[in-house]
Each structure stands twice: as structure tokens, then as C-alpha cells.
């Protein structure tokens, strides 16, 4: 069974940046298109980024332009480039496959100060 574990998350001023980094302990070619997905506190998790396998990419409207996701397939690795920072966008950041989920990790928190 492929795990998941996120890094990368921390205490950061808004306007900031952050790099969050998600290690599989398998083939992420093989989940196919990945996503990463938050929760804020008191809220459902939602998911914010997807990337395909090809490297198509889409993104939530409240991070389009600030965000962006990528991948290294050979690698096993995921990444998300947060610019722009805003206190909304704290919350504990996870990632996963969007058709193919795998268990969760325990996800890296993200907390922007205003």
C-alpha cells in the first residue's frame, strides 16, 4: 500500500511563500492524477490543486494564479508552490490521488498570520 507524507508546511506572514512537498512510497504514475487537498479548521477538506499524469493542471478559483502544482513521476514526488499567501489559506494540507486515493497521510500544517 502506497504512503503518502507531506512536508514542507509551516508559520508564514501573508504575502508569503511556501513549497509543500508530498513523498509516495510507490508509483505515483501508477494512482494517476494527483491532487492536493486542505481543511481548514471547522470545514471539510477541499481539494485546491490536480495534476494528470500528462501534467494537466487545474486549480480551485481561490488559488488560481497563486498556487501551482507539479510533479516528478520518476521521483514519486508532488509538489505545491504557494505564493501570495493569505490567512484563508491556513489549514493542514494533504495530498493524494483524486480518482485513486490512497490512505491519507497525516498532512503538513500551513498556518498564515495577517
Known amino acids: 500500500q502506497v504512503q503518502l507524507v507531506e512536508s514542507g508546511g509551516g508559520l508564514v506572514q501573508a504575502g508569503g511563500s511556501l513549497r509543500l512537498s508530498c513523498a509516495a512510497s510507490?508509483?505515483?504514475?501508477?494512482?494517476?492524477?494527483m491532487g492536493w487537498y486542505r481543511q481548514a479548521p471547522g470545514k471539510q477538506r477541499e481539494l485546491v490543486a490536480t495534476?494528470?499524469?500528462?501534467?494537466?493542471?487545474n486549480y480551485a478559483d481561490s488559488v488560481k494564479g497563486r498556487f501551482t502544482i507539479s510533479r516528478h513521476n520518476a521521483e514519486n514526488t508532488v509538489y505545491l508552490q504557494m505564493n501570495s499567501l493569505k490567512p484563508e489559506d491556513t489549514g493542514v494540507y494533504y495530498c493524494?490521488?483524486?480518482?485513486?486515493?490512497?490512505?491519507w497521510g497525516q498532512g503538513t500544517q500551513v498556518t498564515v498570520s495577517s
Open positions: 493524494n490521488g483524486v480518482i485513486k486515493p490512497r490512505p
Open positions: 510507490g508509483s505515483i504514475f501508477s494512482i494517476g492524477t
Open positions: 495534476i494528470t499524469t500528462a501534467g494537466s493542471i
